[in-house]
């Protein structure tokens, strides 16, 4: 077990219920029809589960794992692909969920394989973003919170695999 543990709730259950479903709207709006959302696992697990059951009509779901290489060591941005998806995207409405957008390397490598497949539009949603760390201007269209730089951990996010099942998002501190 480790040593750092969540101190302080930046982001009560109550903050992240209301502004989920406040998102999951908006794309529901810009969407009334035909949409695809698809999970970047595992941190985006919480959120969209959240996300769905908070929109009205039909959605169809898929799920993709990453990996970044030596994250935190190398500014390259790339990507090992985990687990592929299972949908093809051709002619359909995209959304990608992810749990954070920290310094954008993931999400433009992500939008760049995916729009390779011709949806019909591609968009991301983020529950979290850190401006201050990007690295490339990547572009999310629908952003839950913006963050300042700390460690946060809960709803999906880790510290060396702990700490996702949390219900709120906490900062992490010695
Ligand atoms: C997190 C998050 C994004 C990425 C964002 O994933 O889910 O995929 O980091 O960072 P970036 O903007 O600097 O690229 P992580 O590698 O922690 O994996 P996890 O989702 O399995 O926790």
């Known amino acids: 077990m480790s040593e750092l543990t969540p101190n302080e709730i930046l982001l009560s259950e109550d903050q992240i219920r209301t502004r989920v479903a406040e998102m999951a709207l908006e794309i529901r709006r810009d969407f009334p029809d035909d949409l695809h959302l698809i999970?970047?696992?595992k941190g985006a697990f919480m959120f969209l589960?959240?996300?769905v059951r908070a929109?009205?009509?039909h959605v169809s779901l898929d799920f993709m794992a990453v990996s970044s290489?030596?994250?935190g060591t190398t500014s390259s941005g790339e990507v090992r692909m985990l687990k592929d998806l299972e949908i093809a995207l051709e002619g359909r409405n995209?959304?990608?969920v992810e749990d954070i957008v920290d310094t954008g390397l993931t999400l433009t490598y992500l939008q760049e394989i995916l729009r390779?497949?011709?949806p019909k539009q591609l968009r991301t949603a983020c529950l979290l973003s850190k401006p201050s760390r990007r690295q490339v201007d990547v572009k999310v269209e629908y952003i839950g919170f913006t963050i300042e730089d700390r460690?946060?951990?809960g709803y999906g996010l880790d510290f060396a695999?702990?700490?996702r099942n949390l219900p709120h998002i906490a900062v992490v501190g010695p």
Do not use: C, H, T, W
Request: charged letters at 15%; zero cysteines.
């Open 69 to 71: 290489y030596a994250k």
């Open 161 to 163: 695999e702990q700490f």
């Open 151 to 153: 460690f946060v951990v």
């Open 55 to 57: 929109m009205p009509g």
């Open 116 to 118: 390779a497949r011709n």
């Open 39 to 41: 999970a970047v696992l």
């Open 49 to 51: 589960s959240d996300l």
């Open 94 to 96: 995209v959304v990608i």
